[in-house]
């Protein structure tokens, strides 16, 4: 079997699935732009753990696990949209930041707690889809089936988690550092407006998990 194959397939799966931009995109932008290219990176970090996860829960076939993430889809449901609506409504009236030396900025405002709650954010809200499972589900089905077999050893699982977290980080390193390096031409009327078309599209992404959810609980 070419582990470097299933590396590869996990690599394209983890990418691809991160590149829709979607709440976790507009917010690891809207970060970098404030706060720099690393800080916007450990926020996609954040999300690529989630991916990772949810990789690693189908592909290893934890089904207590991805029966718990979806018996618990409707508090993660209502913590995703709520926290959705939070960042959207924050960031549209959040100001342009200061010019700063990134530098400066990496040694004096983001210390270690600060990056830390910044991944542990993203990490929630990506968790907090449980469809994101179901889409893993049906990716791994097609991938294992074409690459791997019907019946997959644990190590050609783990070498296409590996590529999925892999994959997704790839995605998270190309967005932040394309943003940091445009940073510098964008001036504050730019920013002003970037954050209020991101808050706007980040709170209507909550308000559709909070409208998704009632309809739900409404329809029992």
Not at 115 to 122: E, F, G, K, Q
Request: charged fraction near 10%; glycine fraction near 14%; charge should be positive.
């Amino acid at each position: 079997m070419n582990y470097i194959v299933l590396i590869v397939a996990g690599v394209l799966i983890g990418f691809f699935a991160a590149l829709p931009i979607g709440a976790v995109n507009l917010i690891c932008i809207r970060r970098t732009l404030q706060r720099g290219s690393g800080y916007g990176f450990v926020s996609g970090l954040g999300a690529a753990l989630g991916d990772g996860l949810f990789a690693a829960v189908t592909g290893f076939g934890f089904t207590a696990i991805g029966q718990l993430i979806v018996g618990f889809s409707i508090p993660l449901q209502l913590i995703g949209g709520l926290m959705l609506l939070s960042f959207g409504i924050r960031t549209f009236y959040t100001p342009p930041p200061p010019r700063f030396d990134e530098r400066l900025t990496a040694a004096n405002e983001n210390g270690t707690s600060t990056h830390i709650r910044a991944m542990v954010s993203t990490f929630v809200l990506t968790i907090s889809n449980p469809l994101t499972l179901f889409g893993f589900t049906g990716l791994f089905a097609g991938y294992l089936g074409a690459l791997a077999g019907d019946k997959p050893s644990f190590f050609a699982v783990a070498m296409i988690v590996l590529g999925v977290f892999g994959g997704s980080t790839l995605w998270w390193l190309t967005l932040t550092t394309g943003v940091g390096l445009l940073h510098a031409r964008i001036n504050d009327r730019t920013i002003r407006l970037i954050n209020e078309i991101s808050g706007a599209m980040i709170a209507l992404f909550g308000v559709a998990v909070l409208g998704h959810l009632a309809l739900h609980l409404l329809g029992r």
